[in-house]
């Protein structure tokens, strides 16, 4: 969406200048909807600040059809910010919007990470099928919740081909290298899982 099909209004221009700024230099085009779930957010969150508001309109329209890691607004927002306590205000503003916050998309996220370390858009189903394995695993083991960043991480680290990335896929996801090494250890620990990944012959060698 360019700049000329984002219709203003006179009490949302200062918004749009705004997300103007934000969408060229993230080099995003969040979808149609920006204005429209802008202008919602504004008639039901009118103490929230515009700024706040813009990002909440800009994460939301976004990730609806594409993933943007939440980390790449922190720059826009109050030093003080962080990703826990900005998440924490989006929500509280999309709630009273009546919008349910952005389900977690699997495809968005493999997306992402093969469009920034240039490999083989082939291997995404290889990906989402190890990221299965390893989900479906640990809900059997009553294990942990992993974030979705975390499940990625540890799917493409498993995956023979791009398990020497692991470090640079973690930096891109804003995920601790610590954390997914602890986890892959813990679903290593797991016959079944370990039995399912190996099954499709993608797994690296250390997934014995």
Request: glycine share 4%.
């Amino acid at each position: 969406m360019t700049r000329d099909q984002i219709p203003e209004t006179e009490s949302n221009v200062p918004c749009m200048q705004f997300i103007h700024e934000i969408n060229a230099r993230l080099g995003i085009t969040p979808g149609h909807n920006l204005i429209l779930n802008l202008n919602q957010m504004m008639r039901h969150n009118k103490k929230s600040p515009r700024n706040i508001l813009s990002l909440a309109a800009i994460y939301y329209t976004s990730n609806l059809e594409f993933y943007l890691p939440i980390q790449h607004l922190l720059g826009f927002c109050e030093s003080a910010e962080n990703r826990f306590s900005i998440h924490r205000k989006f929500v509280k503003i999309w709630l009273r919007s009546g919008l349910d916050p952005p389900c977690d998309n699997v495809q968005f996220i493999i997306d992402f990470v093969i469009s920034r370390i240039f490999i083989p858009p082939k291997i995404s189903r290889e990906i989402t099928q190890i990221m299965s394995v390893i989900k479906n695993g640990l809900e059997n083991l009553s294990g942990p919740n992993l974030k979705l960043p975390v499940l990625t991480c540890m799917a493409f680290s498993i995956y023979k081909q791009t398990s020497s990335r692991c470090e640079e896929i973690c930096e891109l996801l804003h995920v601790s290298k610590n954390i997914v090494k602890k986890n892959i250890s813990f679903v290593m620990c797991s016959k079944q899982i370990v039995c399912d990944l190996n099954h499709f012959g993608v797994c690296a060698d250390t997934i014995r």
